[in-house]
């Protein structure tokens, strides 16, 4: 009697086990678990981004009015009803204040990146001398240290700020109001510290947005 022939498997691709199949979608869960993280974690860090701005109490009331005389790099004056129709910030600094000269940089950059954007207006308001012939030195000399073009304003007898105060509290150095385009405070950002220049940044691309929707 012949012995039984063995029976060999046919050849092609290797049979996956069920340890391969598991380990597959396993790592595949992870993946999706850490792109869910990770757009979960820009979502609600977006959210939160410019908490610091629209935290102020001041947020939601109409900006006050207020005219700004040219200074140094500017040739008009400029009034918060002349910054209607565009998204508009407003920042109140000097020379003589520390934060104020940390932050500037980022203001320069700011209004560098958004030059092409016709609906967007920085402006800047040196607050320091009451006599302008100095203030306009002072701020001069600081613009060439600094090698930045700017056109900058000042607040002839303080009427701006006592203005800002009467409505919302003016409470120190620097102080960055951002106006919408129908005149209302939707940002709020008193004093400097690192970061502050990424929410600013945040908060005007979106109302830059909803201006254009």
């Given at each position: 009697m012949q012995p039984a022939e063995e029976?060999?498997?046919?050849?092609?691709?290797?049979?996956?086990?069920?340890?391969?199949s598991s380990?597959?979608?396993?790592?595949?869960?992870?993946?999706?678990?850490?792109?869910?993280?990770?757009?979960?974690?820009?979502?609600?860090?977006?959210l939160g981004s410019t908490s610091k701005a629209t935290s102020h109490p001041g947020v939601g009331s109409p900006v006050p009015a207020m005219r700004f005389a040219p200074l140094v790099g500017a040739n008009k004056e400029v009034s918060t009803s002349s910054l209607r129709g565009n998204v508009a910030v407003i920042n109140f600094w000097g020379t003589w204040c520390p934060p104020c000269r940390r932050e500037f940089p980022h203001l320069v950059a700011l209004g560098k990146k958004l030059a092409s954007e016709p609906r967007f207006?920085?402006?800047?308001?040196?607050?320091?001398?009451?006599?302008?012939?100095?203030?306009?030195?002072?701020?001069?000399d600081f613009l060439q240290?600094?090698?930045?073009e700017l056109p900058v304003y000042w607040d002839p007898d303080n009427q701006a700020r006592a203005e800002v105060d009467r409505t919302i509290g003016f409470d120190g150095y620097p102080t960055t109001l951002v106006v919408d385009a129908k005149g209302v405070i939707r940002g709020?950002?008193?004093?400097?510290?690192?970061?502050?220049?990424?929410?600013?940044?945040?908060l005007v691309r979106t109302l830059l947005d909803e201006a254009a929707g």
């Open positions: 029976t060999l498997p046919e050849s092609g691709p290797a049979q996956q086990t069920p340890c391969c380990a597959r979608w396993w790592w595949a869960g992870v993946l999706v678990s850490i792109a869910v993280g990770y757009f979960g974690y820009r979502y609600v860090a977006n207006r920085l402006v800047a308001v040196s607050c320091g001398s009451n006599v302008e012939s100095e203030l306009r030195q002072e701020t001069a240290s600094q090698q930045a709020v950002i008193v004093g400097y510290t690192p970061g502050d220049e990424t929410v600013l940044e945040h």
